[in-house]
């Protein structure tokens, strides 16, 4: 397949899609974004934030009785876990709009087959197809888009807990 009949195909998916089909790549591509940082950020950034927490804890550590220790070691997780976390609820929201906007596009798209019926009929076949086929294109973007969002953010959450528990195991071993 050349570029110019990829091209062709992807437009006339686009053309059928209409508008929300415009909507829900928009909203997939910032929800590709935001995974995409989030990886990023564990593989590049995350070790330097650990590090930093850790000399934070050695500093502050000898001066402190057992409780405020525990608390400390509470606070520095927390810290921690707010940084993985960082825009998780973001992508949560994303993979819940991207279903409602395959839903909005559905409708739009039924709307438009009962205008074809209230005009022509059911003789009309090509434009209820239309309208049947913006319904359809639709929703399956907002689903398929919304699930592969679904799998990344439970595995960020994932990631975010084990690093949690991980990291502190290694400030309480590391007294």
Do not use: C
Not at 84 to 102: D, K, V, W
Not at 152 to 161: C, M, N, P, W
């Amino acid at each position: 397949m050349n570029w110019t009949e990829y091209k062709d195909g992807l437009a006339a998916l686009f053309e059928q899609g209409g508008l929300t089909l415009w909507a829900i790549l928009f909203a997939s591509i910032l929800l590709w974004i935001l995974i995409i940082e989030r990886y990023w950020f564990h593989w590049r950034q995350m070790g330097d934030v650990r590090s930093r927490l850790r000399a934070d804890w050695q500093a502050t550590r000898k001066d402190l009785d057992d409780e405020m220790r525990f608390r400390r070691i509470r606070a520095i997780v927390a810290e921690l876990i707010a940084e993985s976390n960082r825009n998780l609820p973001a992508l949560q929201a994303l993979t819940g709009i991207l279903p409602l906007l395959g839903l909005l596009g559905t409708v739009s798209g039924m709307i438009k087959v009962f205008e074809v019926i209230t005009v022509f009929g059911t003789g009309n076949t090509r434009g209820m197809a239309s309208g049947i086929s913006e319904a359809l294109v639709t929703t399956m973007a907002g689903l398929f888009t919304a699930l592969s969002g679904l799998y990344f953010v439970a595995d960020l959450e994932s990631r975010s807990e084990n690093l949690a528990l991980r990291f502190e195991t290694e400030l309480v071993e590391g007294e």
